[in-house]
């Protein structure tokens, strides 16, 4: 290590002992690390904790991996990443809660993380092991370097790390997590950009597939469209739209998981009644308005919402993120900013811009449910959450609205 990077790791190392013992702030660390730690204290997780992270199963890691949407990507990633393990690096691959699904690296590395508990099933994230490049990459939503004292414990201040979430452009869902990890001296910022690049490069592969796929359903929909007629849409399982007669369709519908050939209710279209097609759905609109009159979000398992109007009920599994943003919304019925969402998130009120682009897809989901200026749910909506009896509101969540109970 040469003068410079040793004065920088030891004024590093000083800037983190002197903001995590409360003698000093935590801004003197970059924005996103100060977050990070912000986050991680109102989780209650001491700094000189020895995190415990016990693994998943065999059964339960390979049950993961075969129904991971990285699984057909993973030969590309690997291939990608193949120098920094010819180099002595460790690669990993995560899924959305940041369990280690996929190791490579060489024996000796993958000895060093083993004496982390950062093994084959283990669950990365700020929650179970405070500030980390695939924890904090899946919580802000895009790449992460951390550099050795920049970690929040101190057993991990010897190891540096590099993620990126992998971000699936066609439904806008997190598909998991590519990471590059190492001794600290080992893992330079440059990293962060070929991580980078290899997130972006398996988003791309996944939204071909999914342009090939609606491709396909528009050739075969538009006949079938143009015949049923009235107002009619011909969409794939995630809502984009290849045919459409009778109205001026929205960019995207968000469908329920169990959306089955009936009668059923969306917020931004009201009743309507589906039909299967091949790789995809018929969806003809009914005379209802989207009026509804409550909405409850259950948080006592996987989140789940649900919204009903006098005559139906419409059933949606949210992100964790969006969970998050409904909680505060329903904690704060006057309504919140962006940065007030952004402090309640991310402990960040600077970060108006990703809220923003939150807040967008949201109301694309529950369409006139939502206000804007300040952010908040209709005041005519009855609002329920159900919380678990026990442990945070959201499981795995590092948000400082499900920290403060």
Same mark, same amino acid.
């Given at each position: 290590?040469?003068?410079?990077?040793?004065?920088? %790791?030891?004024? #590093?190392?000083?800037? /983190?002992? @002197? *903001?995590?013992?409360?003698?000093?702030? &935590? $801004?003197? !660390?970059? =924005? %996103?690390?100060? #977050?990070?730690?912000? /986050?991680? @204290? *109102?989780?209650?997780?001491?700094?000189? &904790? $020895?995190? !415990?992270? =016990?693994?998943?199963?065999?059964?339960?890691?390979?049950? @993961?991996?075969?129904?991971?949407?990285?699984?057909?990507?993973?030969?590309?990633?690997?291939?990608?990443?193949?120098?920094?393990?010819?180099?002595?690096?460790?690669?990993?691959?995560?899924?959305?809660?940041?369990?280690?699904?996929?190791?490579?690296?060489?024996?000796?590395?993958?000895?060093?993380?083993?004496?982390?508990?950062?093994?084959?099933?283990?669950?990365?994230?700020?929650?179970?092991?405070?500030?980390?490049?695939?924890?904090?990459?899946?919580?802000?939503?895009?790449?992460?370097?951390?550099?050795?004292?920049?970690?929040?414990?101190?057993?991990?201040?010897?190891?540096?790390?590099?993620?990126?979430?992998?971000?699936?452009?066609?439904?806008?869902?997190?598909?998991?997590?590519?990471?590059?990890?190492?001794?600290?001296?080992?893992?330079?910022?440059?990293?962060?950009?070929?991580?980078?690049?290899?997130?972006?490069?398996?988003?791309?592969?996944?939204?071909?597939?999914?342009?090939?796929?609606?491709?396909?359903?528009?050739?075969?929909?538009?006949?079938?469209?143009?015949?049923?007629?009235?107002?009619?849409?011909?969409?794939?399982?995630?809502?984009?739209?290849?045919?459409?007669?009778?109205?001026?369709?929205?960019?995207?519908?968000?469908?329920?998981?169990?959306?089955?050939?009936?009668?059923?209710?969306?917020?931004?279209?009201?009743?309507?009644?589906?039909?299967?097609?091949?790789?995809?759905?018929?969806?003809?609109?009914?005379?209802?308005?989207?009026?509804?009159?409550?909405?409850?979000?259950?948080?006592?398992?996987?989140?789940?919402?649900?919204?009903?109007?006098?005559?139906?009920?419409?059933?949606?599994?949210?992100?964790?993120?969006?969970?998050?943003?409904?909680?505060?919304?329903?904690?704060?019925?006057?309504?919140?900013?962006?940065?007030?969402?952004?402090?309640?998130?991310?402990?960040?009120?600077?970060?108006?811009?990703?809220?923003?682009?939150?807040?967008?897809?949201?109301?694309?989901?529950?369409?006139?449910?939502?206000?804007?200026?300040?952010?908040?749910?209709?005041?005519?909506?009855?609002?329920?959450?159900?919380?678990?009896?026990?442990?945070?509101?959201?499981?795995?969540?590092?948000?400082?609205?499900?920290?403060?109970?």
């Amino acid at each position: 290590m040469g003068r410079d990077e040793g004065q920088h %790791e030891r004024a #590093a190392r000083l800037t /983190r002992e @002197r *903001a995590l013992s409360g003698t000093g702030t &935590a $801004e003197a !660390a970059r =924005p %996103e690390i100060s #977050a990070s730690w912000r /986050r991680v @204290r *109102a989780g209650g997780l001491a700094p000189g &904790a $020895e995190p !415990a992270v =016990p693994p998943l199963s065999e059964g339960e890691v390979e049950a @993961r991996r075969a129904s991971s949407a990285l699984a057909p990507l993973l030969p590309s990633i690997t291939t990608s990443l193949s120098p920094v393990v010819d180099d002595g690096l460790l690669v990993v691959v995560t899924d959305t809660d940041g369990r280690v699904l996929w190791r490579r690296g060489r024996s000796g590395v993958q000895r060093l993380a083993d004496r982390l508990g950062f093994v084959r099933g283990s669950a990365w994230t700020e929650a179970n092991v405070g500030t980390n490049a695939i924890g904090t990459c899946l919580v802000v939503g895009e790449p992460v370097h951390i550099h050795g004292p920049e970690h929040y414990v101190e057993s991990h201040t010897r190891w540096s790390c590099a993620a990126s979430p992998v971000l699936d452009p066609w439904t806008g869902a997190t598909l998991g997590a590519v990471d590059i990890s190492g001794p600290a001296y080992a893992v330079q910022r440059s990293v962060l950009a070929l991580v980078g690049v290899t997130a972006q490069l398996a988003a791309a592969q996944v939204r071909s597939e999914h342009a090939a796929a609606l491709e396909r359903l528009r050739a075969y929909a538009a006949p079938v469209v143009a015949r049923v007629g009235g107002r009619t849409l011909a969409v794939d399982p995630s809502g984009h739209i290849a045919a459409v007669t009778g109205l001026t369709a929205p960019d995207r519908l968000v469908l329920p998981a169990d959306l089955s050939a009936e009668s059923t209710w969306l917020p931004t279209l009201g009743a309507v009644t589906v039909e299967p097609l091949p790789g995809g759905w018929l969806v003809r609109l009914g005379d209802e308005r989207p009026t509804a009159t409550e909405l409850e979000l259950d948080l006592r398992d996987l989140p789940e919402l649900r919204v009903r109007t006098p005559s139906h009920a419409w059933q949606h599994r949210p992100s964790r993120r969006h969970a998050e943003i409904l909680l505060a919304l329903a904690r704060s019925p006057g309504g919140r900013t962006a940065a007030e969402l952004a402090d309640d998130l991310f402990a960040d009120p600077s970060r108006v811009v990703t809220v923003r682009a939150e807040m967008s897809r949201l109301r694309r989901t529950l369409g006139s449910l939502l206000e804007a200026q300040p952010y908040r749910i209709v005041p005519s909506v009855r609002v329920t959450v159900l919380l678990p009896q026990q442990g945070p509101a959201i499981a795995g969540s590092s948000a400082p609205v499900v920290a403060r109970g």
